[in-house]
């Protein structure tokens, strides 16, 4: 473990520990917002987060054989979109919803930070024959029975399907045609999920509204914010599984237009903003 500016034995680290396991200890969390500055915390969070996520390698690795997906039926992934990945800003009303694309046999869901573009065929859902067919006469997919192209939740949480009076935004514009030469895939390790989804959640508890992650492979000044990689890879393992790598690759050379995605083996793909820094203080590296 580091030693970090404040002491040897460091209090901050022993009230960390404690929230991480227990993110309801007020006690600890009262004892660190009234005796430190955000930068403090900001700066000591990173150092704890490093020593924390290489000591719970071990203990996914024991649990790696536990996991089930999350989401198992049609209407369990709408929801999850809904709630998780679609925009709730009220003056962007197309991208609150989830877009049924109709033409192309897709899924779509935005909130201009994170997009996820989901094949119809490809669905990982248990009730993907009773909710999705193949017209005879076309060769794409459509959603059986919801006729209109997006989806909503009302005041009860169910599922109202309404044609989208907004045009939906150019999606596939986002994505560039793919060339494996150009643009070099790199990876999370997927023991570290969870531990990440921890120090996130700490860093929230302490009203740190920006933690900044950095990827041995990210060019420049780019950085993820890691309340969007998390968001990312919640979504990732319930689609895919909790131990599955988050490959990622960078989709332009232009710092301030670079956008990291994953495309697994053709089938679904999924994309995050990064940010744009200007110096490397207080940044957690994920090079472990």
Not at 63 to 87: A, G, H, P, Q, W
Not at 114 to 119: C, G, H, V, Y
Not at 151 to 159: Q, S
Not at 242 to 257: D, H, I, V
Request: some cysteine; hydrophobic content about 35%; charged content about 25%.
């Amino acid at each position: 473990m580091e030693t970090t500016i404040l002491t040897t034995v460091n209090p901050i680290f022993e009230a960390f520990e404690k929230l991480s396991k227990s993110l309801g200890d007020r006690k600890s969390l009262d004892y660190l917002m009234e005796n430190y500055d955000q930068e403090t915390l900001k700066k000591e969070l990173v150092y704890f987060s490093k020593s924390y996520l290489i000591s719970t390698v071990q203990s996914e690795i024991e649990s790696m054989n536990k996991y089930k997906r999350k989401l198992s039926t049609f209407e369990d992934l709408v929801k999850y979109l809904l709630k998780n990945i679609c925009s709730k800003d009220q003056l962007r009303p197309a991208m609150c919803k989830v877009y049924n694309d109709q033409k192309n046999g897709n899924l779509v869901a935005t909130d201009a930070h994170i997009l996820a573009w989901l094949p119809l065929q490809n669905l990982p859902i248990n009730d993907s024959l009773d909710n999705i067919c193949k017209e005879d006469s076309e060769d794409y997919y459509k959603i059986y029975s919801y006729s209109e192209n997006s989806f909503k939740l009302d005041k009860y949480g169910d599922i109202v399907n309404e044609d989208m009076d907004n045009r939906y935004p150019d999606y596939k514009a986002v994505f560039p045609i793919p060339n494996l030469l150009d643009y070099p895939y790199f990876s999370i390790n997927p023991y570290l999920f969870n531990g990440l989804k921890t120090i996130s959640k700490i860093a929230k508890k302490l009203k740190i509204n920006i933690l900044m992650v950095k990827l041995n492979c990210l060019e420049y000044n780019t950085y993820l914010n890691i309340s969007l990689l998390v968001r990312y890879i919640d979504l990732h393992q319930k689609l895919y599984g909790n131990y599955t790598f988050l490959a990622l690759t960078r989709n332009g050379y232009e710092e301030g237009k670079a956008l990291y995605n994953v495309d697994i083996c053709g089938k679904y793909k999924l994309l995050l903003m990064p940010c744009i820094k200007s110096d490397e203080e207080n940044i957690l590296d994920l090079d472990l």
